[in-house]
């Protein structure tokens, strides 16, 4: 089996096992402030398991490229975990299925302007992967007390490549 992981482009649906898309995509659920302003509502299912709250926090990354190596996944077995871009840059995306406690075989999403994503609680996952500065985002997670991440180390690495 090759290591070559091609990107996909995001979508609710393929993302659907691992999370959620969140965009203001289609007609807004309500219309707001005086009827300027859409309201996109409920977008992610936040999932928090014992003493713990959601924290909201700013993640500033250094932009990577493509082809890119991914030695590593983690995942959070706590607690869910949303990224928003606070620019409109694309970012990667990467995911693995569950296999019985371990990392599967990864998928690798790219972004369009103005996606964000929220992670599953348990769902394996690839580091915060900007492809452009400023690599800012904010972050809503668990906080709390708990061993909230476990990482994997790819005994081979993967090639992550853009589509043709």
């Known amino acids: 089996m090759s290591n070559t992981i091609v990107i996909e482009q995001l979508t609710a649906r393929d993302f659907a096992p691992f999370g959620d898309v969140l965009e203001a ?48 996944v983690e995942r959070h077995p706590l607690g869910s975990q949303a990224f928003l871009p606070m620019s409109m840059d694309p970012f990667l995306v990467v995911v693995c299925p569950d296999d019985s406690g371990t990392p599967g075989r990864p998928r690798a999403f790219l972004t369009t302007p103005g996606q964000g994503i929220n992670f599953h609680r348990g769902t394996w996952h690839g580091v915060l992967t900007p492809l452009t500065e400023p690599g800012l985002f904010a972050v809503i997670d668990r906080i709390g007390d708990g061993n909230n991440l476990e990482e994997v180390w790819f005994e081979t690495p993967y090639m992550i490549v853009p589509r043709g």
Do not use: H, T, V, W
């Open 25 to 72: 995509a289609g007609e807004a659920d309500k219309i707001i402030n005086q009827g300027k302003c859409g309201r996109y509502n409920d977008l992610a299912a936040l999932d928090f398991s014992g003493e713990a709250r959601a924290g909201i926090s700013l993640f500033k990354s250094e932009k990577r490229s493509l082809p890119y190596r991914l030695d590593m």
